[in-house]
């Protein structure tokens, strides 16, 4: 089992930077993939971004040059660093993490970020 938390959302005008922080605990050592999603009022849950247990990163094309996601081992926690901050960047963020063997998939349980005009 895997649990995340997710930290960091708020508030915040276009232009502005957020820092998301996703603390995990649990079975850490197996999981392969962790990632960034969020979900707008109305819409699918999409990705953002995602990063593996070897650092290689991955983004949507709508936050590519504007988000940053990264990971600290030492402190068991994931970021997502958001610069640039649009209205349409509004949504709740969630914490990913993937084991790939058995298949498993872990959410956190939401961080809400508003991006006024």
């Known amino acids: 089992q895997v649990q995340l938390v997710e930290s960091g959302g708020g508030l915040v005008q276009a232009g502005g930077s957020l820092r998301l922080s996703c603390v995990v605990s649990g079975s850490i050592f197996a999981i392969n993939v962790m990632g960034w999603y969020r979900q707008a009022p109305g819409e699918q849950r999409e990705l953002v971004a995602t990063?593996?247990?070897?650092?290689?990163?991955n983004y949507a094309d709508s936050v590519k040059g504007r988000f940053t996601i990264s990971r600290d081992n030492a402190k068991n926690t994931m970021y997502l660093q958001m610069n640039s901050l649009k209205p349409e960047d509004t949504a709740v963020y969630y914490c990913n993490a993937r084991i790939t063997v058995g298949n498993y998939q872990f959410w956190g349980q939401g961080t809400q970020v508003t991006v006024s005009s």
């Open positions: 990063i593996t247990s070897g650092y290689r990163t």
